[in-house]
Each structure stands twice: as C-alpha cells, then as structure tokens.
C-alpha cells in the first residue's frame, strides 16, 4: 500500500464531515489563523519586538524548539480531531499540554516564518541578520495578498492551516509514524483518570471478568468504567494507566500529557477517518 500523506489524510477525513460541521470547524480555523497573523504582524511591525523574539528563539536549543512547534501541531490537532471524537468519548482539554506563553508562541509564529522561508526562498535569509525584519516584511505582506487573493470565507485558512501544521510536523520529526507502527507508552493523564467514572457492577446479568487480574467482579461492586465501556477493578487500572494511556481490552487511548504522546494519539483519530476514505476512493 502506498505511503499516505498527512495532508491527503486531513484533507480526507475533513471531506466527511458535514457541511454545518465543517463550517463550524472552519470558522475556529479562521479565528487563530487570523490571531497568529495578526500577531506576526505586530512583530514584524516592531522593530524591538522583533529582536526580543528572535533573541528568544536563538536562546532555545533545538529539542526546545521542537517542543514548541509541537504544542503548536498538538493544538491543531486537537482542533482537527475534535469533530471525530464522539461527545461522550470526548475527555474535557488538557491545557497542560497545550499551554503556550506569548512569548513562546510569538517565537512559534516566527520560526515558522522562518521555516517558510527557508523552504521557498533560501536565498532571502542569506541577508545579514539586521535586514530580516524588511526582508521577512516584504515576504509576509506578498505571501498575504496571495493568500486573500485566493480566500473565499473561511474555507480559504484551510489549506494554508494544513500547510502550516505539516511544517510543523516536519520540524518535530513526526514523519514517518502515520500508522502509529511505533507507539512509545505513555501515562494516562492524571486529570483523564481522575475524571474516570465509578459504576456499579451487574444488573445485565452474567459475570464481568477483569482482564487485567482475570477475576471476576463482584456484582453490586464498584468498578472503573473506561470511555470505550470496558471495566476493571479500580486496583487493577490505576498502575496500568500510570503506566499506559491504553485500554487493556481494546487499546482506546486515554489523553496523556505527553505532548508527543497525544500528538500521537489524535493523529491516530484523523488517521482511521482519513485513511479509510483514502483507501475506498481507491477501490473503485
Ligand atoms: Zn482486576
Ligand atoms: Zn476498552
């Protein structure tokens, strides 16, 4: 089977929602793509915001850097995602994870202008680093006018948000792992877990077996209640998700707040969305 392209894939998965649902999506798009123009305006626009951002960014190590363009894809992904999770299934946010200072997104938007640039005109970078602010103005205000020039409503952040979050994912080093081949283990969320429900066993009849410790529940008993509806002894599943954010019956995975982690995780979502469109389209 041919490699799938995260973009293909978004854009698969984005083409079965339905039109109210994809415009709502696209309206909240719309709203932080807009937030991070106009930020990047504002510090391209000022002179000594500009170098507090760039001396910001020089100062990150590269593992640092990698960290925030991820907070930035995971916060995308979460948006992407969100239309996919059933509401029941759907944990509240984990803004822990997420979280971006100003100045570390300002840093974020500019790098990725950087990275932009650094992508489809090397040359203008070549400059000495007290004309960047001029070169990446004029840069920015032309790539604007393309931008709005083929913008009609909302739809038109679309594609350049999806441009944007495979640079990132670029950056982070996140290639390669569509089909969550690899999946390093990660904790379950301590707030995920906190939120988890307590349900009597029983009622249905028949006997519910822990599959963790293989004995059965006592029927009247409380017992843990996972979103995908499997239950455990809550002495069984509490070291198991401080140790992994999956069900132990039916891997559904729990947030966790491991950035890579729930990159991981809601890429999976897009993933099993996406890649079944692409693959039917394909069976024609
Ligand atoms: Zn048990
Ligand atoms: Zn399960």
Redesign the pocket.
Same mark, same amino acid.
């Given at each position: 089977m041919e490699e799938l392209e995260p973009p293909s894939v978004i854009m698969a998965a984005l083409a079965t929602l339905s039109p109210p649902r994809l415009t709502d999506l696209s309206h909240s798009i719309f709203s932080e793509v807009h937030q991070h123009r106009r930020r990047l305006t504002f510090i391209l626009s000022s002179p000594t915001l500009f170098s507090l951002t760039l001396r910001h960014l020089n100062s990150l190590s590269l593992s640092h850097k990698s960290l925030l363009l991820a907070r930035f894809l995971l916060s995308a992904l979460r948006r992407l995602s969100r239309p996919f999770q059933s509401p029941s299934k759907l944990l509240p946010y984990h803004p822990s994870t997420a979280a971006i200072s100003p100045q570390d997104l300002d840093a974020a938007v500019l790098l990725l202008l950087l990275c932009e640039v650094r992508q489809h005109n090397p040359a203008a970078l070549r400059t000495p680093i007290t004309k960047w602010r001029a070169t990446l103005c004029r840069i920015y205000s032309e790539s604007l006018l393309t931008i709005s020039g083929l913008a009609t409503g909302g739809g038109g952040a679309l594609i350049p948000y999806i441009d944007t979050v495979v640079r990132c994912w670029k950056f982070v080093g996140f290639v390669g792992s569509c089909g969550g081949k690899v999946r390093r283990e990660v904790a379950a969320s301590p707030m995920a877990v906190v939120e988890l429900p307590s349900v009597a066993v029983g009622g249905g009849g028949g006997t519910v077996e822990c599959v963790i410790c293989k004995e059965e529940m006592g029927e009247g008993r409380d017992a843990c209640k996972?979103p @995908?509806?499997?239950l455990f002894h809550w002495l069984c599943i509490l070291p198991w998700l401080r140790k992994r954010n999956t @069900?132990p @019956? @039916?891997r559904?995975q729990l947030p966790t707040d491991d950035v890579f982690g729930e990159i991981q995780r809601l890429w999976e979502i897009l993933f099993k969305v996406g890649s079944t469109m692409c693959t039917s389209d394909g069976d024609e």
């Open positions: 996972l @995908c509806d499997h @069900c @019956c @039916c559904f």
